[in-house]
């Protein structure tokens, strides 16, 4: 599958920079427009790369979304830009796609850094909100401001509903969601948990770091045990006042959080 990139600065090339790039997978309903603002921010620094995941942004609709899906994607991707090796982050979703594919292809990741999610199955659900946004017809649909207004009772969060909109694309009559609704709303269940037997006794011995929001309960410290057994070089730092959006939150704390840990990890100058 090809997916949607987009990289920072906008002239890196990994076949002419010998620097190895910060590869970033946003979460669920993410994209690389949701991160723009903080993946320039971080290119200042070292070359980065955003992916849109399949059933999400640019990138192509698939009749599955399971992490064994996305890993092979990345995989893909990577092997397609020739790049041996990748600094890998990842956020929610993103997360335990970077965690799995670390586990998998050990080899590849030279540093990774998991934004507040931990390798458990959890019992949030966004089911609800998929549901609300299959159910806008539109066809009949004028404008975004009215996609909000129907959207304003299921998904009361102004910050969420803004959030979820931005995956609506094109004009009056001719809407679509960027999203594959329904392909997400069959396979919550699945995005939810984390492929425990295909990963059962692997690990990454790589430089890790899990990066937790202080006021989220994603990636809580009652996490640490289980995760070190997977990543037992894992080093935790929580953001404070940060929630589980912590990049939006607190986009300079999480910033320089990577930074320095990119410093102690990465064996390229």
């Known amino acids: ?10 002239s890196y090339s990994p076949s002419r920079d010998s620097s190895l ?11 690389t427009t949701n991160w723009r603002g903080f993946a320039k921010q971080l290119g200042e620094h070292c070359p980065v790369i955003v992916i849109d995941q399949r059933n999400h942004g640019r990138s192509p609709h698939a009749d599955s979304h399971c992490y064994s899906d996305m890993v092979g994607d990345l995989l893909e991707f990577i092997d397609n830009i ?24 050990s080899e590849r990741v030279n540093s990774l850094a998991v934004l507040d999610i931990a390798p458990v199955e959890y019992s949030h659900t966004h089911a609800p909100y998929l549901e609300e946004m299959i159910e806008l017809d539109l066809n009949l649909l004028q404008s975004r401001s009215a996609a909000e207004q129907l959207l ?10 803004l959030f979820l909109l ?57 996490h640490h045990n289980q995760i070190r057994e997977s990543f037992p070089t894992a080093h935790f730092k929580a953001i404070s006042k940060a929630g589980h959006w912590l990049h ?10 990577l930074l320095n840990f990119l410093q102690i990890g990465k064996n390229n100058d």
Request: charged residues 15%.
């Open 248 to 257: 939006v939150e607190q986009p300079q704390a999480v910033l320089e959080s």
């Open 21 to 31: 790039p910060v590869l970033i997978i946003p979460g669920l309903f993410g994209s």
């Open 152 to 161: 304003k009772d299921a998904i009361p969060d102004t910050s969420t509903r």
């Open 166 to 222: 931005q995956s609506l694309a094109g004009t009056p009559g001719k809407f679509h969601w960027r999203l594959n609704l329904s392909v997400l709303l069959r396979d919550m269940p699945k995005i939810l948990s984390f492929p425990f037997s295909q990963l059962a006794g692997l690990s990454h011995t790589g430089n890790t770091l899990f990066v937790s929001g202080e006021k989220s309960d994603y990636l809580l410290e009652s």
């Open 1 to 10: 599958m090809q997916l949607f990139s987009q990289t920072y600065p906008p």
């Open 82 to 105: 020739a790049l041996e090796q990748i600094n890998l982050c990842g956020h929610s979703m993103g997360g335990k796609v970077a965690m799995a594919f670390a586990l998998i292809h």
